[in-house]
């Protein structure tokens, strides 16, 4: 039995929840890592967070009874993981059942080519730039473009043919050495910016090539907590957008 703390655990699940529902919990004594292909293979998820467990295995879970049986009017529970996770505290207990892994989504079977190199942001400003273009226009995606010439931002764009166009910039704190102009979806990225934008200062973005879609590259996003307790480190995947829709 060990003792969790549930606000932390809450951010981790939060940081699951852009992959999907039923998800695969990796465990050992010292961690859990989520890993996951969702949305239509539109996104890759790796997810950990450092904390004592008593417990090594797999189990599936579905996220949204996780997140029900966690209870909200304490701040630390004992949790036994297992086939049958027993939760409790003063006044409280929950059992969780595992589910079959089979049912859940798929996981990456190999390790990721990510080009070297990285551009830190503000995950709140970015989030915050993208939602003005989200609400301007009617497109499904924006387009986000890295240009040595302006070392010092990554600029965002959408546009209408019957409105105009907007573009909003987030100024980066590593200089951009390559040129790269890619489209991604909101309804992906969206959800991954909101799970982290509060956990810590600074997301690193990189990319990674699409060898199916020669010019097209994933986007990836990658940082961790900066905060305690636990740390929470998570990389997402996300696949860019031929064109707009």
Known sequence: MVKVNCNRFREFLKCLEPMGEDLIFQFSPSEIVVKGIGQGNQIIGDVSIEMETGFSGQLGESLEMVKK????????VEIVFGKQSLIWATGYKSTLLSINAESCIRVPKKDLVIDPGEVRVNAQQVYERLQSLKSAFTGQSFTMTFDPELPGVVSFSDFDSSMGSMTNTVVTTTAITAK???????????????????????????????????????????????KDPYLIEYQYVIAPRVKDV
């Open 69 to 76: 049986l966690l209870p909200k009017e304490v701040s630390d």
């Open 180 to 226: 790269e102009e890619q489209v991604y979806p909101y309804d992906v990225i969206m959800p991954v910016l909101n799970a982290i934008r509060l956990l810590s200062d600074g997301i690193d973005f990189r990319f990674m090539d699409m060898p199916m879609n020669e010019g097209c590259k994933a986007l990836v996003i990658e940082g961790m907590s900066s």
